[in-house]
């Protein structure tokens, strides 16, 4: 079936006729029973029962226990509607050893699910490696052996012997980019290895063998194959939301080179038979080339019918001068991944829909010949049973928006066959344990009960009608729902807070009305009225030194912030959020109910934190403008219109070629002044020429040479920030250059030591106590049920003798 043209068919955005709905799960994140009917240990396994490798210790010895509950599972398969499922075979069920007879008793369960799935009319769709390889093979070198790809094909003709006559469709490898770069590469998965030449040799091997694999296949008569990848748009900031914008040099030469590790280093050997040139010279100047033999890309390289995608978000990445290497992508230097700016699920990841529409097209012209489907989609949120229903708005629209995505792709002529979402139930997911929730049904993994969430509900009717309603359901509010019942908003949250002051009575009637509307309580209904602590969380999500330099600025908002809530009454907890492992412990402190809100001071705008706190129902606000700030309240000074008066005045002043030195590009604030900079200089004739710092004198005197070098004839620049502004005359004045005779300078932020350089520094004053105070009355408005809007803070120039 060839999807080129679809109608829209009255109220619908039909998808076209055999269009595939189905669901996704893989066998270690669901099956349990790992000691049950001769199953050999995995390398998850192995990896999950060693101490601090997986959040709390979780492992996959009981999961989901699909292994005995699969007939139930197929049940609740059918009575959604799903016309496929798609499955991985646990390689240390077949073969525990890796090699060798297949193991009987494991080829039954397949053979038994695979046959209660054709009763349900459910189409089985098989991957053959889900990342579950036997631990003795990885005893033998495991990816990095190349005997692994042999083994494999092996593996894949034993399963297809006893199932081929009932199943269809056959994939061969799973994400073999997750399994090299972050089980090889950086360790947070199985095997947890931590070598980029390793990584780089396993990725090879795993498309070896998905070629072996598939020729295997084949030759046993196999009527469709397809291989999984991972898959994602490679941007800059400025493509999220213009995908046609046209890039420097530097920003073109990093996308195509993400590009190739993460996208071309599967595709291109998979579907043309060739490595891309400049993915080639990072791996031989990492790894060398010797792994790579006579015949392999052949191999690789057999034909498929279907190309699986499993999109979640995408990569967004730009030319940073000086940055290290990604440990995720070996060979970045002087790479930024700067993250999309855009709301982010539990797992940080930012939810940007059109990028699968951007995906689906690219790979509809650069690879033509197969055939397309998504294979994995979906979204992790913190789920909150209530009464009998999960009411995940925020996954049913998240699923909504990427359908629609699928949609667009489809009428722009993708080949797009068919869409399982991931995943079809709760699980153990993988180094997060049981924490992140993917499932369209819930599971209690003491209970082991199944409880379809009103996700599953709504992907149900999206596969009865065979697509989406043109126009998308308005979410139910608070207001709604206290209209519904008859009461006032906050006998409302009292209930959903589950506080004993209001009657069964109309305790009732209000989950009664929250039940039939689909509410899902957002931050504002679980603050309005709550259980006190009195105790508010001051957390600094970034620490580095980077990220603040010695800004003594910085260190005023936080003793004013800590002072003001102390005069308040409110007893204050400092924490820091500067690592994975730290970020972890802050949301689990604050989801447990310990404090009544947040005070965040968040530098980076692909920090995850602001998003998980903004989903808690806790009371936040954001000291400065955050990258999910739509859904966060802050409170900021006015970059952009401070950076905008600033270069005015220089303009003002007769000056002609005005360069800026802005800070990190993945800070907000740094990104305002610099946009504040361009539109003072829009429609001038002046161009922008731009530098970049990292907040410190250091960085700040280094761009300034810099600028220097390349525009020996500049005569202003305006810095974003003080501290390099003051390395930035420092330079002036080694170089040799009058400030302002020769050159004018003005600074941001107005710190103390602005009026005794010499000359003093004209400057933007910023007032950061009053921005602390602010916030911390936003806060205990918000905690106190009134509203929670944002406040921007007036700046002021004051003009000294720089300029």
């Known amino acids: 079936m060839t999807a080129t043209t679809i109608a829209t068919q009255g109220q619908n955005l039909a998808f076209p006729d055999g269009f595939v709905w189905g669901a996704a799960t893989a066998a270690y994140q669901i099956e349990g029973a790992v000691h049950e009917d001769g199953r050999g240990p995995s390398i998850w396994d192995t990896f999950s029962h060693a101490p601090g490798m997986v959040a709390d210790g979780h492992t996959g010895d009981t999961a989901s226990d699909h292994y005995h509950r699969y007939k139930d599972d197929v049940r609740l398969m059918r009575e959604l509607g799903l016309r496929a499922y798609r499955f991985s075979v646990a390689w240390p069920r077949i073969q525990p050893s890796g090699s060798g007879p297949a193991n009987a008793a494991g080829l039954d369960f397949y053979e038994r699910l695979v046959d209660e799935l054709l009763a349900a009319d459910v189409s089985p769709y098989v991957t053959l490696y889900h990342w579950d390889l036997p631990q003795v093979l990885e005893d033998l070198g495991g990816w990095t052996n190349r005997d692994t790809a042999y083994r494999f094909a092996d593996y894949a003709h034993a399963v297809h012997e006893r199932l081929g006559d009932r199943v269809g469709t056959w994939m061969t490898i799973n994400e073999p980019w997750v399994a090299a770069f972050l089980g090889y590469g950086i360790g947070v998965h ?16 795993l498309l070896l063998a998905h070629g072996l694999g598939a020729r295997a296949l084949r030759e046993a008569g196999a009527r469709e194959i397809a291989l999984t990848l991972n898959l994602a748009p490679v941007v800059t900031p400025g493509q999220l939301n213009d995908p046609e914008l046209a890039l420097s040099a530097e920003d073109a030469e990093a996308v195509n080179r993400v590009d190739c590790l993460l996208n071309r280093q599967l595709l291109d050997p998979a579907l043309r038979g060739e490595y891309p040139a400049p993915l080639l010279d990072i791996v031989d100047r990492i790894a060398g080339l010797g792994h790579i033999h006579d015949g392999d890309l052949d191999a690789i390289s057999q034909p498929i019918d279907l190309l699986g995608i499993n999109y979640y978000t995408p990569c967004v990445v730009q030319s940073g001068p000086g940055e290290p290497s990604n440990p995720v992508y070996p060979g970045t230097e002087d790479i930024l991944f700067s993250g999309a700016y855009a709301p982010t699920t539990a797992m940080g990841w930012p939810i940007v829909p059109t990028g699968l529409s951007q995906l689906l097209a690219r790979l509809t012209r650069d690879y033509p010949e197969v055939g397309l489907l998504v294979t994995e989609n979906g979204a992790a ?10 009411h995940d708005a925020d996954r049913t629209a998240f699923l909504e928006g990427h359908l629609r995505a ?13 869409y399982l979402v991931w995943s079809l139930m709760d699980n153990f997911e993988w180094a997060e344990g049981y924490h992140r929730r993917f499932g369209i049904v819930h599971v209690d993994f003491g209970t082991q009960r199944r409880l379809p969430k009103d996700s599953a509900l709504w992907y149900r009717d999206v596969i009865e009608r065979n697509g989406l309603r043109r126009e998308r359901a308005k979410r139910p509010t608070l207001e709604a729902v206290a209209a519904r019942a008859g009461v006032s908003r906050s006998t409302v949250s009292r209930v959903i807070n589950g506080e004993d002051t209001v009657s069964d009575e109309f305790r009732a009637i209000v989950m009664n009305a929250v039940n039939e509307l689909g509410y899902v309580p957002n931050s504002a209904a679980r603050s309005l009225v709550t259980q006190r602590t009195d105790s508010i969380a001051l957390i600094i999500s970034d620490s580095d030194a980077k990220a603040y330099g010695d800004d003594p600025l910085f260190s ?5 912030a800590g002072r003001a809530l102390e005069e308040a009454g409110k007893h204050v907890t400092l924490m820091l959020a500067d690592s994975t492992k730290s970020r972890l412990r802050v949301e689990q402190y604050v989801a447990a109910g310990h404090v009544d809100g947040v005070i965040l001071v968040s530098a980076h705008g692909a920090d995850p934190l602001p998003g998980a706190l903004a989903r808690m129902g806790v009371p936040v606000v954001s000291l400065g403008r955050s990258s999910v700030s739509a859904a966060l309240p802050y409170v900021d000074v006015d970059n952009v219109g401070g950076a905008t008066a600033a270069v005015t005045h220089l303009l003002h002043r007769g000056r002609r070629r005005i360069a800026t030195i802005c800070g990190p590009v993945d800070m907000v604030a740094a990104q305002d002044r610099l946009t504040g900079y361009r539109e003072a200089l829009r429609g001038t004739g002046h161009r922008s020429i731009v530098a970049i710092g990292d907040l410190t ?11 220097l070098r390349d525009d020996p004839a500049l005569d202003a620049v305006f810095v974003a920030d003080d501290l390099m502004a003051i390395g930035a005359l420092h330079a002036l004045h080694e170089a040799g250059r009058r400030v302002p005779e020769d050159v004018a300078v003005v600074g941001f932020d107005d710190l103390e030591a602005a009026s005794y350089t010499v000359p003093p520094l004209t400057t933007v004053r910023t007032l950061r106590a009053d921005q602390a105070t602010a916030a911390v009355r936003l806060l205990l408005r918000q905690i106190a049920g009134g509203p929670a809007s944002s406040t921007i803070l007036p700046t002021e120039l004051i003009i000294r003798k720089s300029t």
């Open 381 to 390: 949120f913190d789920d909150v049973v209530t009464g009998e229903r999960v």
């Open 556 to 560: 005023t908002m936080v003793r004013s």
């Open 697 to 707: 004198r250091a960085s700040g005197a280094d761009a300034m040479r810099l600028l």
């Open 406 to 418: 699928a949609h667009a792709a489809i009428e722009s002529g993708t080949d797009l066959r068919g």
């Open 190 to 205: 199985a095997p947890g290895r931590t070598s980029p030449e390793d990584a780089f040799r396993a990725s090879h091997h």
